[in-house]
C-alpha cells in the first residue's frame, strides 16, 4: 500500500556556522562529494522511499538553489511528482521571515490545503544519510502515532548539540530537551543496544526527521504558536499527544559547522566509507562533460568528478569537483576542491608568469594545499602554500576565512602567486 504523504526538506536560515559557504548561497545548496548539494541527500531518500511529492523551504540565497531544484528534478507529465522551493515571502498577512522550523511550516499550509496526503515526512536540508523512510512511516501508522521521531543514539560529547530525549519500553517519548548543558546530560541516558553502549552513544538524540499525522500538525500548529520543532512544539506535544521514537542506528551526521561538513566530506574517500555513495542512488543535475584527463599524477584515495585536467604531482585522501584544473607540481591532501562552473574560454588562458593577475581558474603549479576546502571558481597562482591545521586560529580576510583549523578559499576567491596561508600561528593578509 501506498501511503499518501508529503515531504518538506527545511532548508535552515542563514546558516552562520557555514560561513562562507554559506556567504553566496543557501545551506542546501553547498557542494558535497564533487558533484552533488546537500539538498540532494534528503530528496534522494525520499525518491528512493517512493515519495515524490516535496516541497523544499528556504529563504536567505536562495538562488542558486532555485536554478539546482529546476534543472534537475523534472517529473514525466503523466505524474503527480514535483519538488517545489517554497520561500518566504511578503503577503497581506505579513512580510516577516520564517522565524524557526515550526514557523516555516505554519506559513506554508495554504500551499499543502489542495493537495491529498495523510501525513507529512518533515526533514532537514544539512544531513549525511541514507535512509528508506518506509519503515518509518508503517511504525508512525501501526503504532497509531501523532508525531513519530526518528532517533539515534549519540555520545556525551555530542548530545549538547541536539535534542535529547528518553522513552518508556512502548517507544513513548515521555520526556524531551533540546541541547541540554553537559553538566544536566546525567540523568538523560537511555538503554541503548551493547553495541552502541560500548560506543558511548547512550543518549537517544532527535534527527530533525519527523513523521506527523495531518490532523495532530494541524491542531498542533494552531494550538502552539512556538517558532520551533525541537525547543517549543514537540515538548508540548509530549504531553498531549502519542509522540514515539524511532530508533535508527546507521550512518548520519549533522552538517551544521565547516569541520563536521569537512570529515564528512574526507570520510567519502575512506575504503570503505560509512557514508556509500554506491548504495542509494543520489539523484543530481546531470551532466554532459568529458571525462577527466589525469598526467602524471599519484592518486591516493581520491574522488574525481566529470570534466576535470589533473597535472598535479601528488593527490590524496581529497574530493575534486567538476571541471577542476591543476598545474604541475601540485600537492594535495586531506582537501575539498569544489570546482568551476564553467570552463575558460581558449583564448583567455595563458600560461601562468609570476606577473599574471589574476591567475586562470583552477590551481596552479608547485602548490601544496592541506586541510583546505577551495570553493566555486578560485583561482589559485603558482607556488602557493595553504595548510591548516590547529595551529590556526578562526579568522576571516577578503580571499579565505579559518575555521576550526580548516582553511576555506572563498567563492571566487583569488590566492597570488606564492602566497603562503599556515605557516605562522596567525595567516598573513594578502
Given at each position: 500500500?501506498t501511503?499518501?504523504?508529503?515531504?518538506?526538506?527545511?532548508?535552515?536560515?542563514?546558516?552562520?556556522?557555514?560561513?562562507?559557504?554559506?556567504?553566496?548561497?543557501?545551506?542546501?545548496?553547498?557542494?558535497?562529494?564533487?558533484?552533488?548539494?546537500?539538498?540532494?541527500?534528503?530528496?534522494?531518500?525520499?525518491?528512493?522511499?517512493?515519495?515524490?511529492?516535496?516541497?523544499?523551504?528556504?529563504?536567505?540565497?536562495?538562488?542558486?538553489?532555485?536554478?539546482?531544484?529546476?534543472?534537475?528534478?523534472?517529473?514525466?507529465?503523466f505524474?503527480?511528482?514535483?519538488?517545489?522551493?517554497?520561500?518566504?515571502?511578503?503577503?497581506?498577512?505579513?512580510?516577516?521571515?520564517?522565524?524557526?522550523?515550526?514557523?516555516?511550516?505554519?506559513?506554508?499550509?495554504?500551499?499543502?490545503?489542495?493537495?491529498?496526503?495523510?501525513?507529512?515526512?518533515?526533514?532537514?536540508?544539512?544531513?549525511?544519510?541514507?535512509?528508506?523512510?518506509?519503515?518509518?512511516?508503517?511504525?508512525?501508522?501501526?503504532?497509531?502515532?501523532?508525531?513519530?521521531?526518528?532517533?539515534?543514539?549519540?555520545?556525551?560529547?555530542?548530545?549538547?548539540?541536539?535534542?535529547i530525549?528518553?522513552?518508556?519500553?512502548?517507544?513513548?517519548?515521555?520526556?524531551?530537551?533540546?541541547?541540554?548543558?553537559?553538566?544536566?546530560?546525567?540523568?538523560?541516558?537511555?538503554?541503548?543496544?551493547?553495541e552502541?553502549?560500548?560506543?558511548?552513544?547512550?543518549?537517544?538524540?532527535?534527527?530533525?526527521?519527523?513523521?506527523?499525522?495531518?490532523?495532530?500538525?494541524?491542531?498542533?500548529?494552531?494550538?502552539?504558536?512556538?517558532?520551533?520543532f525541537?525547543?517549543?512544539?514537540?515538548?508540548?506535544?509530549?504531553?498531549?499527544?502519542?509522540?514515539?521514537?524511532?530508533?535508527?542506528?546507521?550512518?548520519?551526521?549533522?552538517?551544521?559547522?565547516?569541520?563536521?561538513?569537512?570529515?564528512?566530506?574526507?570520510?567519502?574517500?575512506?575504503?570503505?566509507?560509512?557514508?556509500?555513495?554506491?548504495?542509494?542512488?543520489?539523484?543530481?543535475?546531470?551532466?554532459?562533460?568529458?571525462?577527466?584527463?589525469?598526467?602524471?599524477t599519484?592518486?591516493s584515495?581520491?574522488?574525481?568528478?566529470?570534466?576535470?585536467?589533473?597535472?598535479?604531482?601528488?593527490?590524496e585522501?581529497?574530493?575534486?569537483?567538476?571541471?577542476?584544473?591543476?598545474?604541475?607540481?601540485?600537492?594535495?591532501?586531506?582537501?575539498?576542491?569544489?570546482?568551476?562552473?564553467?570552463?575558460?574560454?581558449?583564448?583567455?588562458?595563458?600560461k601562468?608568469?609570476?606577473?599574471?593577475?589574476?591567475?586562470?581558474?583552477?590551481?596552479?603549479?608547485?602548490?601544496?594545499?592541506?586541510?583546505?576546502?577551495?570553493?566555486?571558481?578560485?583561482?589559485?597562482?603558482n607556488?602557493?602554500?595553504?595548510?591548516?591545521?590547529?595551529?590556526?586560529?578562526?579568522?576571516?580576510?577578503?580571499?579565505?576565512?579559518?575555521?576550526?583549523?580548516?582553511?576555506?578559499?572563498?567563492?571566487?576567491?583569488?590566492?597570488?602567486?606564492?602566497?603562503?596561508?599556515?605557516?605562522?600561528?596567525?595567516?598573513?593578509?594578502?
Open positions: 500500500m501511503h499518501k504523504v508529503i515531504s518538506i526538506v527545511l532548508g535552515g536560515g542563514r546558516g552562520k556556522r557555514l560561513y562562507p559557504l554559506t556567504e553566496k548561497r543557501s545551506k542546501p545548496a553547498v557542494p558535497i562529494g564533487g558533484k552533488y548539494r546537500l539538498v540532494d541527500i534528503a530528496i534522494s531518500n525520499c525518491l528512493n522511499s517512493g515519495y515524490n511529492r516535496i516541497f523544499v523551504l528556504t529563504q536567505f540565497n536562495s538562488a542558486s538553489l532555485n536554478q539546482h531544484i529546476k534543472n534537475t528534478y523534472n517529473f514525466s507529465f505524474s503527480n511528482g514535483f519538488v517545489d522551493i517554497l520561500a518566504a515571502e511578503q503577503t497581506l498577512e505579513g512580510d516577516r521571515w520564517f522565524e524557526g522550523t515550526a514557523d516555516a511550516v505554519r506559513r506554508i499550509d495554504k500551499y499543502l490545503q489542495g493537495i491529498d496526503y495523510d501525513y507529512v515526512l518533515i526533514l532537514s536540508g544539512d544531513q549525511l544519510y541514507q535512509m528508506d523512510y518506509t519503515p518509518l512511516i508503517d511504525f508512525h501508522i501501526n503504532k497509531r502515532a501523532d508525531i513519530t521521531i526518528a532517533t539515534i543514539p549519540v555520545t556525551g560529547r555530542e548530545a549538547s548539540g541536539f535534542g530525549l528518553k522513552t518508556n519500553e512502548n517507544h513513548r517519548i515521555t520526556s524531551f530537551i533540546e541541547k541540554p548543558q553537559k553538566e544536566d546530560l546525567g540523568s538523560w541516558v537511555s538503554e541503548v543496544s551493547r552502541m553502549h560500548q560506543q558511548g552513544r547512550t543518549f537517544l538524540a532527535s534527527m530533525g526527521i519527523y513523521v506527523f499525522s495531518k490532523s495532530s500538525l494541524i491542531s498542533l500548529l494552531k494550538e502552539n504558536q512556538g517558532m520551533d525541537g525547543q517549543e512544539i514537540i515538548p508540548y506535544a509530549i504531553n498531549k499527544l502519542r509522540v514515539l521514537s524511532f530508533e535508527c542506528t546507521g550512518y548520519w551526521t549533522d552538517i551544521g559547522t565547516i569541520r563536521s561538513f569537512f570529515e564528512a566530506n574526507i570520510g567519502l574517500t575512506d575504503d570503505v566509507p560509512s557514508f556509500d555513495l554506491s548504495k542509494e542512488k543520489i539523484f543530481t543535475r546531470a551532466h554532459l562533460f568529458p571525462p577527466s584527463k589525469i598526467s602524471g599519484i592518486l584515495n581520491i574522488i574525481l568528478a566529470e570534466g576535470c585536467i589533473i597535472n598535479a604531482e601528488k593527490m585522501r581529497s574530493i575534486i569537483g567538476l571541471r577542476s584544473k591543476i598545474g604541475k607540481g601540485t600537492v594535495i591532501k586531506r582537501a575539498y576542491l569544489m570546482g568551476i562552473d564553467s570552463y575558460e574560454r581558449q583564448k583567455d588562458v595563458t601562468i608568469t609570476d606577473t599574471q593577475q589574476p591567475p586562470p581558474l583552477g590551481v596552479g603549479e608547485r602548490c601544496y594545499i592541506e586541510n583546505a576546502i577551495l570553493d566555486k571558481n578560485c583561482r589559485i597562482g607556488d602557493v602554500f595553504i595548510q591548516g591545521g590547529n595551529h590556526l586560529s578562526d579568522a576571516d580576510f577578503e580571499s579565505y576565512s579559518i575555521r576550526d583549523g580548516i582553511v576555506i578559499v572563498k567563492r571566487d576567491g583569488i590566492i597570488k602567486n606564492g602566497v603562503k596561508i599556515g605557516l605562522h600561528s596567525q595567516p598573513m593578509e594578502m
